[in-house]
Every structure is written in structure tokens, then in C-alpha cells.
Nanobody, 114 residues
Framework: VQLVESGGGLVQPGGSLRLSCAAS????????VRWYRQAPGKGREWVAY????????DYADSMKGRFTISRDNAKNTVSLQMNSLKPEDTAVYYC????????WGQGTQVTVSS
């Protein structure tokens, strides 16, 4: 199982970024995918969820209305569109799949700063 995140970077407050998670090594469409984030000095925080077929999504309260999770099972990818970014969104963002064990990518850094 391999998960590779990309798309992070530096963005000004109010800006947007689109993160991607490329998955391999398992039957992608059978599994839900989650995004988490970890800010400096804080624990890992759940961000968003998408079901295996993409027909169900959920978000942490502070992300609702700003973030959108989606997936393309033909390409084995999950995306996280982040709009109206705030400095408190600064964190390393990780995608996660549970296949018996927890699998994580290496993370992608998002920095929201003017």
C-alpha cells in the first residue's frame, strides 16, 4: 500500500489549494479515504472523509463549507479542494486508508500566511 500526497504550498489567507493523494497497492474503490492534518505542536486532526464509491462525504466542523473532498477511482486518486484558507489551516496534510492497519502518506505541507 502506498499513498503519496501532493499539492501543498504557501498561500495567502483567503486563498485556495488543491491537494491530491495518489494510491496504489490495493483495490482503491473498496476503501474509504480520509484526510488528516497536523499543525506544529498539535496532535493529528481528522479533516474529511470520502466513501469508496465517493457517494458519501463528511467533514470536520471547521472545514464544512470551505473544503471539498472527492475521488477518481479510475485514477486511484483523492483530492481535497481547500478554499477560504485561514492561518489556522497551516499544517501537514495526510491521507489515510484503513486496510486492517492504518496506512499514511508522507504528508504535504500547507502554509497559510501573508
Amino acid at each position: 500500500v502506498q499513498l503519496v500526497e501532493s499539492g501543498g504550498g504557501l498561500v495567502q489567507p483567503g486563498g485556495s489549494l488543491r491537494l491530491s493523494c495518489a494510491a496504489s497497492g490495493f483495490i482503491f474503490s473498496r476503501y474509504a479515504v480520509r484526510w488528516y492534518r497536523q499543525a506544529p505542536g498539535k496532535g493529528r486532526e481528522w479533516v474529511a472523509y470520502v466513501s469508496g464509491f465517493g457517494d458519501s462525504t463528511d467533514y470536520a466542523d471547521s472545514m464544512k463549507g470551505r473544503f471539498t473532498i472527492s475521488r477518481d477511482n479510475a485514477k486511484n486518486t483523492v483530492s481535497l479542494q481547500m478554499n477560504s484558507l485561514k492561518p489556522e489551516d497551516t499544517a501537514v496534510y495526510y491521507c489515510n486508508v484503513v486496510l486492517g492497519a492504518n496506512y499514511w502518506g508522507q504528508g504535504t505541507q500547507v502554509t497559510v500566511s501573508s
